[in-house]
């Protein structure tokens, strides 16, 4: 068995391998350029690039690559060698400073929303210094942001880079007026609970739907599923667990904090969480984390699956976003402490969160909005579409408190009692743990649970850190003003409670009744769909807040707009056009065929004996061939519905198009070929069942 501590990281040019491989003079001026937004010196680039190559080669890379997030939602890399020639008709291992900087890629071939044309190709890849560079394979790999010939960000680290620095402004604004005059950095944490499915490759090959939308569009409800609970924190088979070995050892030779790992609740379900890290750099490892899943499956005979709903009817797949503030020198300013209602500094920062969700509820709805986690949002396994928050008994005890004027008694400590001398004892925790809420706070961090589970957390992150950087700012203006510090700062939080306590929910986020609730009566947004949410980008407070605080221009948050509306609009045409496909060509001859076989049966036993009624036959061709008629109408009906989003205009319309026509039709066909799956015998239907895919990793 290996040591980790002897490999882990070993793949990564991080903190320790600098330190031993740059000067002192070089080594103390990347560590400023990190920590404190220095400027970077050409001369110490120079350095940094000769030692990342020496490092590289001797870990055996012959290419390097300029890293990036563009706006497809995976990453991108194009190698180059580290050859150059050499007089004597050889060569030499060379790479500079000025190639560890700057890198063009081809910036019209990737999602651009109109502010690149095809013949514009020139973009440009910018070494991002706060995220260690790796190697992946021969190839070492450089983190880097990826912005247009124009300066137009194009990928989800540069505005995520944006977006930290906001926060970081106004936070130190706050920090000081507290008298806290040593912070010169406040960062955001990250730890990204990652689920996925894994299914035998042998049977993903023979799915087309699997193949071409990493969904299935058509499956019949086995037997059993999920209604056990026996598969949640069950006991790990050989093969996944041989499996998650192989994926850990990997992630960690990548310096990614892999911890915790387990059964999720659906079977042929698991999840993979890490300890926190930097936003930026959690972001970079789960992009990294994603890639790895599916590259070590593959090893193992495996197909990862990370769509936010791969079977229907079983529980799908999300990303839990557990966020949090942390100063230089590690206080974490979410932290209550022992006693929350004299914490000043953490309630104004709990506010500034509380705020800030509530003013831009649609910005967090739609930083999580694709065509799949539409499918997931809402079910039982996942929050509503509803934004709300989760405080708990204790913090919710202490805002009320404040706002009314009253005094505190506190959260006795409760002693959980289990009735055997020899369990030991411990307190219970003052707050409970909501799974049906979209955004917890869970003890000093806030864990955002609508992230589906292909998304970068780019995203999320990016609305969240801007939305709170605007709360600390509008905060900060007004104390910094102040003539009674205490006085306007008590007022402040008193307000900011009255004002946003409509977005505070303790109770069951599942319930009916709740939604009915926030909103007729609390006045909360209800965006069900990706074309519901995603327009609202482009409301003005929405831009004006984003553009205040530089992390978008307004031309940058018009094109995302229109890449994720086209991007939703391309997900469900595959998906119909698949289902349209596999209708024709596989399920409906499916059903033919068991029809003739089923009729050439009866035949042959009238053959022997008139008197045979053949009624079991009879009964199942009667509804197959009404199943099989329905399939064909549907199929039509389908086909229809998406010839007519040629003739559409714009993106937006086209969204609307697909929510209110295609999606239905999709349902329809489904709903007859899956009524066809649960009458056809098994050796006439032309792929894997529900009940192999879900049970057959042994």
């Not at 220095?38 to 890379?61: C, E, R, S, T």
């Not at 008709?89 to 502010?115: C, N, Q, R, T």
């Not at 499918?375 to 202490?398: D, K, T």
């Not at 991007?567 to 209708?583: F, P, S, W």
Request: proline fraction near 4%; aromatic fraction near 8%; include cysteine.
């Amino acid at each position: 068995m290996k040591n980790v501590s002897d490999f882990f990281g070993c793949k990564v040019f991080d903190d320790r391998v600098m330190k031993a491989n740059l000067s002192a003079k070089v080594y103390r001026s990347l560590r400023k350029t990190i920590d404190e937004g220095a400027k970077l010196d050409i001369g110490v680039a120079n350095a940094v690039a000769a030692a990342m190559k020496d490092w590289a080669v001797d870990h055996g890379a012959t290419h390097y690559t300029h890293w990036f997030q563009p706006l497809t939602g995976v990453t991108a890399e194009k190698h180059d060698g580290f050859i150059s020639p050499s007089p004597d008709g050889g060569v030499i291992m060379e790479f500079s400073g000025k190639e560890l900087i700057k890198g063009e890629p081809d910036a019209s071939s990737f999602p651009s929303g109109g502010l690149r044309a095809t013949f514009e190709a020139r973009g440009y890849t910018a070494w991002d210094p706060t995220s260690y560079a790796f190697i992946k394979g021969n190839t070492l790999c450089i983190p880097t942001a990826f912005c247009s010939y124009g300066g137009e960000a194009l990928d989800k680290k540069t505005p995520l880079l944006r977006s930290m620095e906001a926060l970081n402004k106004q936070a130190i604004r706050i920090l000081h007026l507290f008298g806290n005059d040593d912070v010169k950095c406040v960062r955001t944490s990250v730890g990204p609970e990652q689920e996925y499915f894994l299914i035998t490759k042998e049977m993903y090959e023979q799915r087309r739907d699997l193949r071409f939308t990493g969904r299935t569009l058509f499956g019949a409800k086995p037997p059993k599923g999920q209604e056990m609970d026996d598969h949640y924190f069950g006991v790990i088979k050989p093969r996944v667990a041989a499996y998650m070995e192989e994926l850990n050892e990997e992630l960690w030779k990548l310096g990614i904090l892999a911890k915790t790992e387990h059964n999720e609740v659906a079977p042929a379900q698991h999840e993979l969480a890490p300890i926190y890290t930097t936003t930026n750099i959690a972001t970079d490892h789960n992009q990294l984390t994603m890639e790895i899943m599916q590259k070590v499956a593959a090893k193992h005979g495996l197909v990862c699956l990370l769509h936010e709903k791969p079977f229907a009817g079983v529980n799908g797949s999300g990303k839990h976003n557990n966020w949090s503030l942390t100063a230089d020198g590690g206080v974490n300013l979410l932290s209550p402490g022992e006693t929350p209602y004299e914490n000043a500094q953490f309630l104004l920062f709990l506010c500034a969160v509380i705020k800030a969700v509530d003013d831009y509820q649609d910005l967090l709805r739609l930083s999580v909005a694709t065509a799949g986690n539409d499918h997931r949002l809402g079910a039982n396994e996942a929050p509503p579409a509803v934004i709300s928050i989760f405080l708990g008994e204790e913090l919710n005890g202490v805002l009320e408190a404040i706002e009314t004027g009253t005094p505190y008694a506190g959260t006795e400590k409760t002693q959980m009692k289990l009735g055997v001398d020899v369990l030991p004892k411990f307190n219970r925790d003052t707050t409970d743990r909501n799974r049906t809420s979209p955004f917890a706070f869970t003890g000093n961090k806030f864990e955002f649970r609508m992230l589906g589970s292909s998304n970068s957390i780019a995203c999320a992150n990016i609305m969240l850190n801007s939305a709170v950087a605007e709360s600390l700012k509008i905060y900060a203006d007004r104390l910094e003003k102040a003539e009674n510090f205490e006085d306007v700062l008590h007022e402040m939080i008193r307000k900011t409670i009255k004002d946003h306590k409509h977005v505070i929910f303790n109770g069951n986020g599942y319930d009916d009744t709740w939604i009915k609730e926030a909103v007729e009566k609390r006045g909360l947004l209800n965006y069900r769909t990706t074309p519901d949410c995603m327009p609202h980008l482009l409301d003005e407070k929405n831009v004006r807040m984003l553009t205040s605080h530089k992390v978008f221009s307004e031309a940058e948050l018009k094109s995302r707009c229109e890449i994720m509306l086209e991007n939703y609009c391309k997900t469900v045409l595959i998906e119909a056009n698949t289902m349209i496909d596999m209708a024709k060509t596989e399920i409906a001859p499916a059903v033919s065929a068991y029809v003739l076989e089923l009729a050439n049966t009866a035949a042959a036993k009238k053959a022997v004996d008139e008197s045979i009624s053949c009624s079991y036959e009879t009964r199942l061709v009667k509804k197959l061939v009404i199943l099989e008629e329905q399939i064909a109408v549907k199929t039509d009906e389908l086909e229809e519905a998406v010839m007519k989003l040629q003739d559409t205009e714009d993106v937006e319309t086209e969204s609307y198009m697909i929510r209110d026509a295609v999606l239905g039709k999709m349902g329809e066909l489904r709903a007859a070929c899956d009524e066809a799956e649960a009458i056809t015998a098994k050796k006439y239907w032309p792929f894997p069942t529900y009940g192999d895919l879900l049970f057959g990793v042994k």
